[in-house]
C-alpha cells in the first residue's frame, strides 16, 4: 500500500473540506508572521528595547522558516502526515504562550524561531497532503487554497491582530493565535484523512535525497526564490514608497496595502485554478506581468492614483504563481515529495531575506526610494530564465510521450484478439 492509497480522491470540480482546514492553518501561521511588524512599537516599549533589537523577531521568524522547512520533512519522514501537521500546530501553540508570557527577548526570539520550523514542517505537509487529497487534476489548484489561507493573512489576519493588540495588548494578539491554533489543531485531527507512512513502504532518508536529483526540481526552487525575493524586496518598504515617492497620504496606506492583499488573495486563488491546466503560461506570464508592474512602481513619482493600481496588481499578479510552483517542485522530487515542497518554503523565505537586504542596501544609493523597485524589478525578471527552461524542456518532452501514449494501445488489441480467438 502507497501512503497516498488511503487518501480520497477528489473530482476537478469540487475541493475536499480538509483542504480548506489546512488553509485555516496557513492563516494563522502567516499571520503570526507578519503581525509583529504591526504591534512592534508596543513590544519594544513594554521589553524596554529598541525597535532594531525587537525587529530582530521578524528576522528570526524567517530564518526558522528556511531552516525548520526541510530539517522537519526529514525528522517527521516516518511519522503519519496528519500526525506532523498536529504536532507543528501543538508547537505552534506552545511558542505562542511562551511569547504572550515571557518577558525576556531572548526567551521570546527562541520560541519564535521553533514556532516558525513548526510554521515550516506545516506549510511543507500541508501542500503535499493539499495535493494529494485534491488529485492529479486539481492538485496546483488546492495549493493554491491553502496558500491563499496565508495570503488572506496579509488582508484579515494582520489587522485583526493588531486590532486586538489595541485593545487588550500585543500579549493579546499572541492569546488569540494559540486559541485559534487549538481549534485548528481538533479540525485537523477530524477531517484530514490518516495515510500509511508509518507502514514498512515509508520512504527513507536515502530515498528522499535520491529524489532531489531532479534538475528541475531545481529550477523551480530557483524560481520560487526569485519570484518572492523581488516582490517582498519593494513590498518590505512599501509604506516611505506610498509615501515619500507617491504622495500617498499617510492616511491612506493601509487601504493600499488592503488592496494589494486582496490581489493577493484573488491572485493566488486564479493561479492555482489556472495552473492545473496551464503550469508553463502562469509561471512565465505572472513574473512578466509583474516585472512590469514594479518597473511602473519604481516610475511612478507623484502619482498616488496611480501607485494604488500599481501596488494592488502587485498583489494580484506578484505572488500567484507560487501555488504552481509549489505543485510543481512536489512533482519534480517525485519521492522526495514533502522534502521538495519544504524546499520550496525555505526558497520563498531565502528570497525574501536576500531581496528585503539587497533592497534595504539600495536605499543608500542614489536610487533612493525608487530603489526596492527598481531591485524588485531585476530579481522577479530572473524568475523568467528558469521557468522558460522548464517549459522549453516540458515541450520537448510532450511529443516522447503522446508517441508513447499512441504506441501502447496499439499493442493491446492484437493481443486481446488473439486471446480471443
Given at each position: 500500500m502507497t501512503p497516498t492509497s488511503t487518501?480520497?480522491?477528489?473530482?476537478?470540480?469540487?475541493?475536499?473540506?480538509?483542504?480548506?482546514?489546512?488553509?485555516?492553518?496557513?492563516?494563522?501561521?502567516?499571520?503570526?508572521?507578519?503581525?509583529?511588524?504591526?504591534?512592534?512599537?508596543?513590544?519594544?516599549?513594554?521589553?524596554?528595547?529598541?525597535?532594531?533589537?525587537?525587529?530582530?523577531l521578524i528576522t528570526v521568524f524567517a530564518v526558522g522558516m528556511i531552516i525548520g522547512s526541510p530539517?522537519?520533512?526529514?525528522?517527521?519522514?516516518?511519522?503519519?502526515?496528519?500526525?506532523?501537521?498536529?504536532?507543528?500546530?501543538?508547537?505552534?501553540?506552545?511558542?505562542?504562550?511562551?511569547?504572550?508570557l515571557?518577558?525576556?527577548?531572548?526567551?521570546?526570539?527562541?520560541?519564535?524561531?521553533?514556532?516558525?520550523?513548526?510554521?515550516?514542517?506545516?506549510?511543507?505537509?500541508?501542500?503535499?497532503?493539499?495535493?494529494?487529497?485534491?488529485?492529479?487534476?486539481?492538485?496546483?489548484?488546492?495549493?493554491?487554497?491553502?496558500?491563499?489561507?496565508?495570503?488572506l493573512a496579509t488582508v484579515l489576519g494582520v489587522p485583526l491582530g493588531a486590532l486586538v493588540a489595541q485593545f487588550v495588548g500585543w500579549r493579546g494578539t499572541f492569546w488569540f493565535l494559540a486559541v485559534a491554533a487549538a481549534v485548528a489543531a481538533l479540525f485537523v485531527a477530524r477531517?484530514?484523512?490518516?495515510?500509511?507512512?508509518?507502514?514498512?513502504?515509508?520512504?527513507?532518508?536515502?530515498a528522499e535525497l535520491a529524489g532531489l536529483r531532479s534538475g528541475r526540481l531545481w529550477l523551480t526552487l530557483a524560481a520560487c526564490a526569485t519570484t518572492t525575493g523581488g516582490v517582498l524586496a519593494a513590498y518590505s518598504f512599501i509604506s516611505p514608497i506610498l509615501t515619500e515617492q507617491a504622495g500617498v497620504p499617510s492616511s491612506l496606506v493601509p487601504v493600499v496595502l488592503t488592496g494589494f492583499g486582496v490581489g493577493?488573495?484573488?491572485?493566488?486563488?486564479?493561479?492555482?485554478?489556472?495552473?492545473?491546466?496551464?503550469?508553463?503560461?502562469?509561471?512565465?506570464?505572472?513574473?512578466?506581468?509583474?516585472?512590469?508592474?514594479?518597473?511602473?512602481?519604481?516610475?511612478?513619482?507623484?502619482?498616488?492614483?496611480i501607485m494604488t493600481v500599481l501596488v494592488t496588481l502587485l498583489g494580484l499578479f506578484g505572488l500567484s504563481a507560487n501555488g504552481v510552483l509549489i505543485h510543481l517542485a512536489v512533482g519534480y522530487a517525485d519521492a522526495a515529495a514533502t522534502l521538495g515542497s519544504a524546499l520550496s518554503v525555505s526558497a520563498f523565505n531565502l528570497g525574501t531575506a536576500v531581496g528585503t537586504t539587497v533592497?534595504?542596501?539600495?536605499?543608500?544609493?542614489?536610487?533612493?526610494?525608487?530603489?526596492?523597485?527598481?531591485?524588485?524589478?531585476?530579481?522577479?525578471?530572473?524568475?523568467?530564465?528558469?521557468?522558460?527552461?522548464?517549459?522549453?524542456?516540458?515541450?520537448?518532452?510532450?511529443?516522447?510521450?503522446?508517441?508513447?501514449?499512441?504506441?501502447?494501445?496499439?499493442?493491446?488489441?492484437?493481443r486481446s484478439s488473439a486471446n480471443v480467438s
Open positions: 487518501l480520497p480522491k477528489a473530482s476537478s470540480a469540487r475541493v475536499p473540506l480538509a483542504v480548506y482546514v489546512l488553509a485555516s492553518g496557513t492563516f494563522l501561521m502567516l499571520t503570526s508572521e507578519f503581525v509583529v511588524a504591526g504591534i512592534l512599537p508596543q513590544i519594544s516599549q513594554e521589553l524596554n528595547v529598541s525597535l532594531t533589537q525587537a525587529s530582530a530539517l522537519m520533512a526529514m525528522l517527521t519522514l516516518r511519522l503519519s502526515k496528519r500526525l506532523t501537521l498536529i504536532i507543528a500546530l501543538i508547537v505552534f501553540i506552545v511558542g505562542h504562550v511562551v511569547v504572550a515571557g518577558s525576556d527577548l531572548t526567551m521570546l526570539l527562541a520560541a519564535r524561531f521553533v514556532t516558525a520550523i513548526a510554521t515550516g514542517a506545516f506549510w511543507a505537509v500541508s501542500a503535499v497532503v493539499a495535493s494529494r487529497l485534491a488529485g492529479p487534476s486539481s492538485g496546483a489548484r488546492a495549493i493554491g487554497i491553502v496558500g491563499a489561507g496565508g495570503a477531517l484530514v484523512p490518516a495515510d500509511s507512512s508509518t507502514t514498512s513502504t515509508a520512504p527513507s532518508l536515502r493577493s488573495f484573488i491572485g493566488t486563488i486564479l493561479g492555482g485554478r489556472f495552473g492545473d491546466a496551464h503550469p508553463s503560461l502562469i509561471t512565465i506570464l505572472t513574473p512578466a506581468v509583474t516585472v512590469l508592474v514594479l518597473l511602473g512602481i519604481s516610475l511612478a513619482s507623484d502619482a498616488p492614483v533592497a534595504g542596501f539600495a536605499l543608500t544609493t542614489p536610487l533612493g526610494i525608487t530603489g526596492p523597485a527598481t531591485v524588485g524589478t531585476v530579481i522577479v525578471a530572473l524568475t523568467l530564465v528558469p521557468t522558460t527552461i522548464l517549459a522549453v524542456l516540458k515541450h520537448r518532452r510532450a511529443p516522447r510521450a503522446k508517441a508513447r501514449s499512441m504506441s501502447a494501445p496499439a499493442e493491446t488489441p492484437t
